[in-house]
């Protein structure tokens, strides 16, 4: 074979990184200590991530720098700072999750390579399609996909120019990445800007299975699928661990580098894996590669399983042959951490030493000289630059050039890269004079090659975006539903009703075509997960239909949509804080309106900015979703009798319970006809004042109807809701406090909390 394939390690902290490159990574993705989803890791000063590149790039290795969360308006400035600085890092490319990003980096920051980011939650074709519209020139795809569709995507992806990225290795979220509120609703802290509480992997009081950590899946490990993920046509393999240290990262990714290498050899596979299990771990299991997912792939023990594979391993039953099997994977883990040590030890990330030297005569050139030594290498020889001026050098008049001047317009090299030593000026004559913009000129030359020869690029200014009015000054309403039953609803109100659709859909049924059919009226609302051929049912739907307009919580439809000159609403799942965001969904693909991220506060949202005729939309009634499955929660619940889930799983269960968490807080779980098994909040998100405060920035206040999520919760009078919310719009205080009556179990902290 010939293809190269590349091993994608994890960098959460400088030794990380090092011990990442020493094993053989191809390429490293670490995070400044700003901007990305893991706050919990050490992460990088920019200083440090400069010396990174340039210790990386001596090993053929390459850097990806995670901004992997949703951005808030006011940061947008922050962010263009950081960008101004990153095109001259030498940095491989960088992970974005907003989709404003997209918008900002194509027009303004072009040399950037942008890689989407599980947190994209990229599972269809047509997902990829609009990644590679908006810029993306890789994607990773999403973690719960098997063999047959990752191959089927990665094609599609090659089509289109793209390169595709798979896990290999780490743990697992339960839920969808990107598509995980968990976090954000029990405790504050949204997953969406790298503040995961892993709420996954809390304590439960004991299910009826007698499980107590019933959302706790055992960690990836696609160790012996190399040459399926190859067959596949995959261009990187990742390993999940930026929370992890660096004896965790030398282990994994050298475990990982000696496989990859033994098959590119031999064709064949190395059989042991034992190393992996030296290392943190909650046990391994491939089964969502492997499209079998089953009761196995969970575990009821978040913490670490290797003195528990050690004990195994070793058959030790009594007590001194596990206290000798645990002292034995201990010696062998201290010895692991020395080794790693040992060979990261030498390098280092210091920044070059810098001496300037200028010298000149009257009638001849202002030469510079720069000598760069390399403290990371000492044997390494220095590197001597030097530049003149075309002009020569003339007696001084009123003004001459001194070293105060000359040290004002190049102490600029004082900065993340470079140490300047010093300034030497005893070669240059006294009384002279030559004009200011020679300097400049001069220093221009010399920053050139110190850039290795490459052009510097000028920082850009970005005039603020405007805020375009309103296309009609009051505000409506709109509904959703999700059952023929609740169709009568159309009868009880002039909001535009939008209809919702499963998550799957059995192969060549017409039933929601019809529906649309028989009632124009209803608006298709399309989920946030459409995988393989549930994609392309849904796609049925839109071509057949032709509906005038649809609400989308998936980028894929609304490609779709756009190719089909179907008017589309990006739908509140697809996490939309920002302007550049709105822009990113106008521009590339020509969306009338966007819900704003329910994630986000009143003060986050104040200074959003319309683009023009564009619709601005906010949900202020429905169930607080947490997170969203491919596996089965009932499964460590209530119990199935089924060993794995089965394709007629998302079409017939119905079942639903409840967990409750050792602090005594339950929620609700919900699985309905062709959907994906969910998590639910025991409270409704309700939330009048936002009609109070937004009435002059919302086109549209939606509430959603449907009964997804509502668990035991006894079933409101829906017509009578919609009564209390139209009143509310038009300004009838006491249908607000109706409402609160109504729905006792309510609230709206988010809006208050924000992220």
Known sequence: ?????????PGGDVNAIKAAIVAGANAVYCGLDTFNARNRAANLSFDDLTGIVKLAHKYDCEIFLTLNIVILEHEVVGMIKLLNKLVNSGIDGIIVQDLGMFNLVKKHFPSLDIHASTQLTTHNEGQLKFLSKVGASRVNLSRELNLTEIKALTKVAHDEQVLTEVFVHGALCIAFSGQCYSS????????????????????????????????????????????????????????EGRIKGAQYVHTVVDSWRKQINTFVETGKLLDDDSNLYKVFNRNFTNLFLKGDM???????NPRDHSFTHANKQSNAISVVQIQEAQQELSQEKNYIGLLVDEKIKYLSIEKQNLQLSFSGKLGGPLIVKAIVTDSAFNNSEDQVFTVQTDTTLVEAGKTSIDRTAIEKRFRSFNNSEYLVEGFDFEGLDAGLNIPFKELTSLKKELAFLLNGSVAVIPAVDIAPLSQHAKIEEKPTMSILIADVKDIYLCNETDADVYFKLPESFKVGRRTYIDIFLENPR??????????????????KVLEEVRPKCIVSNNTGIAYKAYELGIDWIAGPFLNTTNS??????????????????????????????RPENFKLLYSIYHPILMMTSRQCFFQQTVGCKKPSIEDGCMLKCEKATSITNVKGVSFAVDKQKGGYPSIYNHEQFLNTDAVNDFSHLFDEFFIDLTDIGAGSKERLDKAQLIHHFENVLNGVSESGVQLHEMVTVSTNAQYKQGL
């Not at 089953?294 to 009821?300: A, L, N, R, Y």
């Not at 209803?522 to 796609?539: H, Q, R, S």
């Not at 550049?580 to 200074?607: H, M, P």
């Open 184 to 239: 954000s609703v029990s405790v504050g802290n949204s997953g969406n800007r790298g503040r995961c509480s892993q709420a996954c992997r809390d304590e439960y009081e004991p299910t009826a299975t007698g499980n107590k950590f019933p959302l706790n899946l055992k960690d990836n490990s696609a160790y012996f699928d190399l040459p399926e993920l190859v067959d596949a046509g995959v261009d990187s393999l990742k390993i």
């Open 1 to 9: 074979m010939t293809k190269k394939i590349e091993l994608l390690a």
């Open 522 to 539: 209803l608006i298709p609302w399309f989920p946030a997960v459409l995988i393989g051929k549930d994609y392309l049912e849904a796609i």
């Open 580 to 609: 550049y965001a709105l822009l990113t969904l106008k521009e590339d693909l020509n969306c009338k309106g966007a819900f704003i991220s329910n994630e986000i506060n009143q003060n986050q949202i104040r200074n959003i900015k």
């Open 294 to 300: 089953k009761k196995s792939m969970f575990i009821d």
